[in-house]
């Protein structure tokens, strides 16, 4: 999917934008390759947007599916706790 016109822009913008929303919690290169999977693996919908000419719409659903991922990650990396913090507490 990522060789018709217009989807590899949409998902290079779509891995940037979330990229920079979740600075620090995730990286661009990671989001590409989430991007690229979702959009390998959603045939039909990138199908239908591109032949609606809704490349827009396209960047929005790629950009809702990358947030939420990218959500989940950063508030699990929040709970997570350095090891030698919690050494320095038992010593």
């Known amino acids: 999917m990522l060789q018709v016109d217009g ?3 949409v998902s290079r913008k779509a891995a940037a934008k ?6 620090g919690a995730t990286e661009y290169d990671d989001l590409h ?3 690229a999977i979702l959009l390998a ?4 919908t990138v ?3 591109v032949r609606r000419g809704k490349l827009g719409l396209l960047h929005h659903w790629l ?4 947030t939420n991922a990218a959500g989940r990650d950063a508030t699990s990396s ?3 706790v ?3 913090d919690v050494t320095s507490l038992v010593a």
């Open 7 to 9: 989807v590899p822009d």
């Open 18 to 23: 979330v990229a920079y929303e979740f600075r």
């Open 33 to 35: 390759q989430d991007a």
């Open 41 to 44: 693996s959603h045939p039909d």
């Open 47 to 49: 199908r239908d947007y």
């Open 63 to 66: 950009w809702c599916r990358l």
């Open 78 to 80: 929040n709970r997570t």
């Open 82 to 84: 350095p090891f030698d």
